[in-house]
C-alpha cells in the first residue's frame, strides 16, 4: 500500500512527504499517533522544505553577493544614525513593501546607505519576497543593450516584477538622455505599485546633474517622495573611522 502512496506523493510533486512517509509511518506506530497527526507532521516537513527552498531561491534571485544584518550597522558611529535609529529597526519589518512606500537614503560615500539597503534587501528574501538588488548604472547598461537587441519590453519587466527593487548608487555619474529616459519608465511603472529603494550621495536639489535636466529629475523625484521614507545620513565615511 505504501508504494502506492508514495507513487501519488511523485504525481503530486509532494517531494519531501515521498522522502518522509515511511519515517512517519515509523514514529506514528512508536507514539501511537493517530491518522490525522500522521498526515499533520508528514504535510508540516512538506511546508516547512518548499519554504525553505523559496527562501533560497529568492536569494539567488535578488542577486545580492553578501547576508548582511541590520546588527552589523553601528548605531553609534554618528549622531544621524542614532537619531534615526528607531525609524531604521521599523524599516526591518518590511511594512514598507507590503504598502508599497519607496525608501530614499541619502548621503554622502561611506556612511551606511548601500549597507542598510543591503540588509532590507537581505530580510526581504528571508521572508519570501522576491527582491532584486543592483546599482544604477548596470541596470541602465541591461536596460540599453536591451533596446539594442530589441528585448527592452522584456527587460524593462524584470525590473518592474521585483516586489522590492533596490537601485543602488545613484549619482556618482550622469545618466544622459537615455539613461534618464529609461530610469524614469523603471520608475513611473513601480510607482504606487511595487517598492523601491534608491541610495544617492545627491539631495533632490542636484538630481537635475544626474538625470537629464531638470523637467525629468522633478518627474521621477515626485514619485519617489510621494510615499516614501527619507533617511538623510551624514558623517565621515564609515570606511575610513580607523
Known amino acids: 500500500m505504501i508504494e502506492t502512496v508514495v507513487q501519488k506523493f511523485k504525481e503530486l510533486r509532494l517531494k519531501h512527504c515521498t522522502e518522509n512517509i515511511a519515517e512517519i509511518i515509523k514514529q506514528a506506530e512508536q507514539n501511537n499517533l493517530s491518522v490525522l497527526q500522521a498526515i499533520d507532521r508528514l504535510l508540516d516537513l512538506e511546508i516547512e522544505a518548499r519554504k525553505t527552498t523559496r527562501i533560497a531561491l529568492r536569494y539567488r534571485q535578488s542577486k545580492l553577493t553578501e547576508k548582511p544584518t541590520v546588527d552589523q550597522f553601528d548605531f553609534e558611529f554618528h549622531s544621524s544614525r542614532k537619531k534615526q535609529k528607531n525609524l531604521i529597526l521599523n524599516l526591518i519589518d518590511l ?124 518627474a521621477i523625484a515626485d514619485r519617489l517622495v510621494y510615499n516614501s521614507e527619507i533617511l538623510i545620513l551624514e558623517g565621515k565615511s564609515y570606511r575610513k573611522r580607523t
Open 95 to 218: 511594512e514598507f513593501v507590503r504598502q508599497k512606500k519607496d525608501i530614499i537614503l541619502i548621503g554622502n560615500p561611506g556612511v551606511g546607505k548601500s549597507l542598510l539597503a543591503k540588509c532590507l534587501a537581505y530580510t526581504a528574501t528571508q521572508a519570501g519576497i522576491k527582491t532584486l538588488f543592483t546599482s544604477a548604472m548596470d541596470m541602465l547598461n541591461q536596460l540599453i543593450a536591451a533596446e539594442a537587441d530589441h528585448s527592452l519590453l522584456k527587460k524593462l519587466s524584470s525590473y518592474q516584477a521585483p516586489d522590492l527593487l533596490v537601485c543602488d548608487e545613484i549619482g556618482y555619474l550622469p545618466l544622459g538622455r537615455k539613461g534618464s529616459n529609461l530610469f524614469f519608465q523603471v520608475i513611473s511603472a513601480r510607482h504606487e505599485k511595487k517598492s523601491t529603494i534608491i541610495t544617492t550621495n545627491l539631495p533632490f536639489a542636484q538630481w537635475g546633474n544626474i538625470f537629464d535636466g531638470t523637467t525629468v529629475a522633478t
